[in-house]
């Protein structure tokens, strides 16, 4: 650990947002790299006169910054870390960085499912960092669940996360597409959660640098018109589903209504859709019959 004053790291803060970038980036490479909270972030001006500790020193800080600001790639791929609802999770450029709106998919679970002392079988198509299969396996321990992934790059990490975030095992991972690992399991899900690649074509194109130059395309792009992986997921769902069963989806923000009909029109019923913090319909919910 390496002590400096708490005044010399503020005008160094100063001097690195000077150069660009954005607070929250800056505020997860010290998190991150730095081993200083984003807690302490907050209070240090509070208390100039004080010392801190961190992991690595600043000149290592600045040129992950630099590097950063050079290229526009994501600091949580540059950490090898990033911060989702209340887990620290490894990240590669093989995943996904999981989205603060994509936490909404777990308190949707929450508020359909109830107490932790509830017991259920789920299964997530596509987990990346393996995010909300995490969040649910700890959230529901008694419960159990699957998460399956295409890239066996991806379920690595995704494993990896799991078993940095729990001594539980109620959680287990398979390498294929959407449905194909869960062949056994026909008709035994309580419900089923994806987070499906939705990007229109035309709309990945015109993606941020940052996204497009770094973040997995098998992960980004849903076909000419977003909806492609959406289709075959909602299509094969009822094969899997108990009677009653959930299908719980995110989708683009434009695509709620017709993420509607192609629910209705393979049976499902008390079908919502659930805006994010931003007024967005975010998520498409429905329960097969």
Not at 82 to 87: C, D, G, K, P, S
Request: proline share 4%; net charge positive.
């Amino acid at each position: 650990m390496l002590c400096i004053s708490i005044k010399e790291f503020l005008l160094w803060k100063k001097k690195q947002l000077s150069k660009g970038g954005d607070q929250q980036s800056f505020a997860v490479l010290l998190d991150c790299l730095g081993g200083i909270s984003i807690n302490d972030q907050n209070f240090m001006s509070l208390n100039p006169e004080g010392k801190l500790y961190l992991k690595k020193n600043l000149n290592y800080l600045g040129s992950i910054w630099d590097n950063h600001l050079l290229d526009s790639q994501p600091i949580q791929y540059l950490c090898g870390i990033t911060f989702w609802r209340n887990l620290k999770l490894k990240v590669s450029n093989k995943v996904l960085i999981p989205r603060s709106e994509t936490e909404l998919i777990v308190d949707i679970v929450l508020n359909k499912f109830g107490k932790k002392s509830e017991k259920f079988f789920f299964a997530e198509l596509g987990t990346g960092s393996g995010a909300i299969s995490i969040a649910l396996a700890l959230a529901y321990p008694l419960s159990n669940g699957i998460a399956t992934d295409i890239d066996q790059d991806a379920l690595e990490v995704a494993i990896e996360n799991y078993r940095n975030a729990s001594k539980q095992s109620n959680l287990d991972f398979f390498c294929g597409n959407w449905w194909d690992p869960l062949e056994s399991l026909r008709g035994k899900l309580d419900f089923a959660i994806s987070n499906p690649p939705y990007i229109p074509k035309d709309t990945y194109e015109k993606l941020p640098k940052e996204v497009k130059n770094f973040e997995p395309k098998v992960a980004l792009l849903g076909g000419e018109d977003g909806l492609k992986h959406i289709r075959e997921i909602i299509q094969n769902a009822p094969l899997f589903l108990k009677e009653k069963g959930w299908l719980i989806l995110e989708n683009h923000f434009d695509q709620g209504e017709k993420v509607k009909q192609l629910l209705l029109k393979n049976k499902f019923t008390s079908i919502e859709i659930i805006k994010d913090l931003s007024g967005i319909g975010r998520f498409t919910i429905g329960r097969y019959k």
